[in-house]
């Protein structure tokens, strides 16, 4: 019961968070002089998704599955790409943790990489691969890598000396420090950049349809505004963002279940750190 709270009151404070975002984008287009044929409100997004007969096509249905493609298309994409970009980064941080000389070469390297903007690197790599499934798993796992890649090198490198000297005191090798020590104390890093990675893998596939697909949300995007179809464009962007926010918490989701009770909670550490 009391692991439930801090779940319970997350969530409620994230519901709360996005009832007064939804309530200040009505309140801003409705109090605003701007165009409604070009500026949608949250209530107008349901109506395109529930309503029939205001939009096109008449049945709300209708509109609902043609959706549904769209989502599936791109979540392949991120999906293929996170995993891709989970796998090499935990390969990469696996191997300079091993390596010294490694970690001293290549990691300057990959900070310096992560500065490039993805879309400066996407045409490069559409030239490189071309169109398909590659390329979208190139790009979304760009922006997965990095941010894994620096917080499980962190994690990893994270274990106490008295742990590191206790396996080495019963004979454990390098192999036995990495799976019993290393590892488990390098999770909360990689749900930590976990939780960075997932939501953005969205919108780099969402990114790659933009540019160089015809299928997915980011390629309809652009056809909806070229056909000046703004119920659609503008279901579109909720429909990104819901999915880059439920990654986002199925990443929290899998953190809370597969960290429960392997770790103390922070204010147990502080108890026990305090002075009597």
Same mark, same amino acid.
């Given at each position: 019961?009391?692991? /439930? ?14 009832? +007064? ?21 949250? =209530?107008?997004?349901?109506?395109? =998704?529930?309503? %029939? ?39 990469? @941080? ?43 798993? +190139? ?38 420090? =990495?799976?019993?020590?290393? /590892? ?28 160089? @697909? ?7 995007? =652009?056809? @909806?505004?070229?056909? @000046? %179809? ?5 279901? /579109? ?13 199925? +990443? ?6 597969? /960290? ?17």
């Amino acid at each position: 019961m009391t692991r /439930l709270r801090p779940v319970a009151a997350s969530v409620l404070t994230t519901l709360a968070t996005l009832v +007064v975002l939804l309530v200040a984008w009505q309140l801003t287009v409705s109090l605003s002089h701007v165009s409604p044929y070009l500026t949608k409100t949250p =209530l107008d997004v349901v109506d395109y =998704l529930f309503v %029939d007969g205001r939009f096109k096509p008449t049945a709300a249905a209708d509109r609902r599955a043609a959706l549904v493609p769209m989502i599936g298309v791109t979540l392949m994409h991120a999906g293929v790409g996170l995993a891709c970009g989970v796998t090499l980064a935990l390969a990469g @941080s696996i191997a300079m943790s091993l390596s010294r000389g490694l970690r001293t070469t290549f990691l300057p390297i990959a900070l310096v990489l992560q500065t490039v903007p993805l879309i400066a690197m996407a045409p490069v790599i559409y030239a490189v691969f071309g169109a398909g499934i590659v390329t979208a798993a +190139v790009i979304a796992a760009i922006v997965t890598f990095f941010p894994l890649l620096m917080n499980v090198t962190t994690g990893l490198a994270s274990a106490s000396p008295e742990t590191v000297d206790l396996v080495h005191a019963y004979g454990g090798g390098r192999r036995t420090l =990495l799976w019993r020590v290393q /590892l488990p104390s390098a999770l909360p890093f990689l749900f930590a950049g976990l939780k960075i990675a997932a939501p953005a893998t969205i919108s780099a596939a969402t990114l790659y349809e933009f540019l160089f @697909s015809f299928e997915g949300l980011g390629a309809n995007l =652009l056809t @909806s505004k070229s056909y @000046s %179809d703004y119920g659609l464009l503008w279901t /579109l962007v909720v429909v990104t963002i819901a999915l880059a926010l439920a990654a986002y918490a199925v +990443v929290a989701l899998a953190e809370r279940l597969v /960290l429960s009770g392997r770790f103390p909670p922070p204010s147990a550490v502080i108890r026990r750190g305090a002075p009597s």
